[in-house]
């Protein structure tokens, strides 16, 4: 069985940091790139970070770059977001999201999310 699932959410004052994991399990979790997906109240979801197989190479949305960092421990089978001067407009429910595509095949799996509030 499938699971993802994200914790470190919470509420934090502009200026603060918050560290998300990701916890997975039952498909290999090496062989799929990771990413975190975020949705604010009444907006559509938005990709913020990605991180491939490896670990080696990672993207970063614009509003995030320079503040987000991306990390993943394939030991562990777990995915990390450190969030750093954070800011009210970053609040929103966090997913992680695994992708792995073949020629045949798209695999996709989502956790339930993890809410990240920023307000003083």
């Known amino acids: 069985q499938v699971q993802l699932a994200e914790s470190g959410g919470g509420l934090v004052q502009p200026g603060g940091s918050l560290r998300l994991s990701c916890a997975t399990s039952?498909?290999?979790?090496?062989?799929?790139?990771m990413y975190w997906v975020r949705q604010a109240p009444e907006k559509g979801l938005e990709w913020v970070s990605a991180i491939n197989t490896d670990g080696t190479t990672t993207w970063y949305q614009d509003s995030v770059r320079g503040r987000f960092t991306i990390s993943r421990d394939n030991a562990k089978n777990t995915v990390y977001l450190q969030m750093n001067s954070l800011k009210p407009e970053d609040t929103a429910v966090y997913y992680c999201?695994?992708?792995?595509?073949?020629?045949?095949?798209?695999?996709?799996?989502w956790g339930q999310g993890t809410q990240v509030t920023v307000s003083s």
């Open positions: 039952g498909f290999t979790f090496s062989t799929y790139w």
């Open positions: 999201n695994a992708l792995r595509s073949g020629p045949r095949d798209v695999y996709n799996y």
